[in-house]
């Protein structure tokens, strides 16, 4: 087996270990292509010495006995693994954390072996990858644009084929973005359903931790093994049923009106996304046009309200004290949040409550939200010029997810074949009412394998990998349903 | 039959109404009854022209097709009734409604007759009833004592017997506290069960209109026709299946450990305590001690935290522009929400939630939690010497109910016998998760019949009054239970 050109989808990498590959030499790979890093997309990237104590629990396991054995990922940095510092982006606010991160604990009982921590949008504000110390990250496909962030070196590394999956947190985009702009799956999960134990908070009471993958069969592997309720997280939440799975059809989806659509001049993206909604309606979808207007209110209300001031209160100490070492886009916003007033956040939070209840309405209608992920992307000198703006552009479809407790899946649609942006790929996002994760990534699956498409910025074809399957067994359960019986 | 000495308890009305009396007959009596207040309890009576839109549309209406059919009730002055004004304890505050709140109007349609609007603190800020212009409300068993507030004509109307039930609002225990110091059942249901559109709001994240009565029974049948979803209120929930009947027995109720008791000084009320535990007993519990350190915790961040910045949210414009016209220590308060801002807002929420977790774990060893309703009963003239800590001892056990999401009834457990308080009634609250009321209820019914006592403050006995039923057709449902089936 030719080791080099080893695509790591996880059903690729199990039938390599069941053929007699070692954990050992796939690592080394690994490890070998994720030094070939260019793209600033690692802040650190794991030693022999890092990394061996993870290859040891390995030692005489039977590879088939673990979910995740010898996978290789990357994670975050500001998600902790034990005695590698964590920088969230910025070296001065580095702490090094004696214990990782307790859904880094799951995957690392599952057999997942990680390489490194990734670049990031400093504290993790910003869907863009430029606003970090340790460079702007660039795109897996084109080195001038953007990688989308925050969670912009975790998308890069998978989409290189340097890893199999890695871990972002989304707060406004930051794990749909990325995904969006390197061909990846991106999945931001239920809230509450992946424990932020050990996780740098964005905005905490709308923060998840988000999983990028090549497939969606990849990504519900993760999900199944990280999502463990967490009594130390009082923000962690178990798994509910997922009721009816609408993924096999037929199934409503909603879709924006034309005037809430914005491509911003992308008329490649607008393409793209008429492809996509009649993609679904052929997997057995029925188009439901929705008004977008609340839930572009409640995505406003996560910058202009009072949520920034989450941001402010997760590192109060630090930028009170050191305001110059924060990145001057991220310092600007962050600051922002210290004016606002417990006034300014109740009153936010009444207009949230009532946008909720409005927008909740359309699941009566629809299964699921169809909306392009990010109407278009922007080279990397583009958006240095013009931080605020064309990142806030970015995060027009993407905002309002966790403001409105949804879940959501980002899914490749396509490569852009004309603009400045041609030969870069774009994607679509699925959204769902919470606890929608599995029927959302089994249609986001079926959706991907309608089209004949690359892995990532690999050479690997998603036709050579498997369809998803079943929920493995987990904390995730199954498609339970809830009879009421009068007693 | 003698109207003049006719009990208001519902099942007594109806009784009357089947042997022929008349809704004019009753309601003219309840008219006078009224009109001898000398206690402060009503802001406004209604007046003969004001009730006969009331009566009017209950002519020729057969009694027995109305569940609420001719009862008399009032209602907290900050809660709507079209064409009366709305003062909210300050004249300066009143506008007039076009329309009665959402669950008023539910009450009027099950042919309630509402006689007056009743006094409050003012704003709803206080457990005492002195904090008025309208006149410092005193308690129905002897007018030197505070009559417990903010709910405090509310209570003293009931007590009283002019009315057979009232409606009160419940934040941080105003609904409870009066219970306890009129001889009530004070039902706090769960939040969002009773509408609040048309409720002058005071934190609008933790009220709950509440309800007083003379028995258990008569709450129970109140909230029955008044829990309607609220499709305009975005805090409005549906009730939710309460699951296994605790009340029955056996159950498990869980006693604060004795360093968490505080009476105060008010030992004849230890002593009152200690009977109902012993009396929880007898039906069937068993007690167990529960540490109420995080419940406590939970019931400083109440006034102590950005909380109070939703009261001056709720009064914004009007405060700014008249602070003169708020009542001393009420304009202390709510102007103390100014100041807050939202990183105390915020960070208060995430100490909540932690606290919510520890404080919910006591749910898988108990089924319900008894605690004193207030340690102690003070004179008005205490009272307005010490407006602050007295009346901060009044909530000692309530104010963490609502900010928990739990559901609450206080209940009567006899009367003081000795100290100053001697003659005066004395109660305790039984809590339990959201959604519980009903089996709370239940229980609450059980242990108030335990005893040989009076309703309210008048002659009529609760052993002449029947013990509650099933919880009649309505949208509280019954105690289904959930059944998964996996598919």
């Not at 080195?143 to 998308?155: L, T």
Request: a negative charge; aromatic letters at 8%; one cysteine or more.
């Amino acid at each position: 087996m030719n080791l080099s050109t080893l695509s790591f989808d996880i059903a690729n990498l199990q039938a390599a270990y069941a053929s007699g590959v070692t954990v050992r030499a796939v690592i080394a790979e690994a490890k070998r292509r994720c030094a070939s890093d260019t793209h600033h997309a690692f802040i650190h990237r794991l030693t022999d010495a890092e990394i061996e104590p993870f290859l040891a629990r390995l030692d005489g396991v039977d590879p088939a006995s673990l979910p995740l054995y010898g996978v290789p990922f990357a994670l975050k940095d500001n998600i902790d693994l034990a005695h590698i510092p964590t920088t969230a982006g910025c070296p001065q606010f580095a702490y090094t954390p004696g214990e990782s991160a307790f859904l880094i604990q799951q995957l690392l009982a599952a057999g997942a072996v990680p390489l490194g921590k990734t670049n990031l949008d400093q504290f993790a504000t910003g869907l863009n990858g430029t606003r970090s110390p340790y460079g702007a990250c660039q795109n897996a496909f084109n080195p001038a644009f953007v990688s989308g962030g925050s969670s912009s070196g975790s998308a890069v590394s998978v989409a290189k084929g340097w890893v199999s999956f890695s871990l972002g947190t989304d707060t406004a985009g930051s794990g749909r973005v990325p995904a969006s702009f390197n061909n990846l799956v991106g999945l931001k999960p239920t809230i509450g359903l992946l424990s932020a134990t050990g996780v740098v908070p964005a905005c905490r009471t709308v923060d998840t931790v988000s999983i990028f993958a090549l497939t969606a069969a990849d990504a519900q592997a993760v999900l199944a093994v990280a999502a463990v309720p967490d009594e130390a997280d009082a923000f962690s939440r178990k798994a509910e049923p997922f009721g009816v799975d609408f993924s096999a059809g037929p199934f409503r989806f909603g879709v924006p009106r034309a005037q809430d659509l914005a491509f911003f001049g992308n008329t490649a993206a607008h393409g793209l996304f008429e492809a996509s909604i009649e993609r679904l309606k052929a997997l057995g979808g029925t188009a439901v046009e929705v008004d977008l207007t609340p839930f572009l209110e409640a995505a406003r209300l996560l910058y202009e309200g009072p949520w920034v001031a989450e941001r402010y209160v997760a590192i109060k100490d630090f930028i009170d004290a050191q305001p110059e070492a924060v990145f001057p886009p991220v310092r600007t916003i962050i600051e922002g949040g210290r004016g606002k007033t417990a006034a300014d956040a109740f009153a936010a939070s009444y207009r949230l409550k009532a946008l909720k209840r409005v927008c909740d309405a359309v699941w009566k209608d629809i299964d699921c939200l169809l909306t392009p992920t990010a109407g278009t992307i922007y080279r990397i000198a583009e958006m240095q010029a013009d931080p605020i703006r064309l990142n806030s552009n970015l995060g027009y479809y993407t905002n309002f997810m966790n403001l409105l407790d949804y879940s959501a899946v980002a899914v490749p649609a396509g490569m852009l074949t004309s603009g400045d942006a041609a030969g870069l790929p774009w994607g679509v996002t699925l959204g769902a009412p919470a606890h929608k994760d599995v029927p959302l990534l089994r249609l986001a699956d079926r959706f991907h394998r309608a089209q004949a498409l690359s892995l990532g910025a690999t050479a690997a074809l998603l036709a050579d990998t498997p369809a998803i399957g079943e929920v493995p067994k987990s904390a995730l359960g199954a498609g339970t349903v809830k009879v009421a019986v009068c007693g």
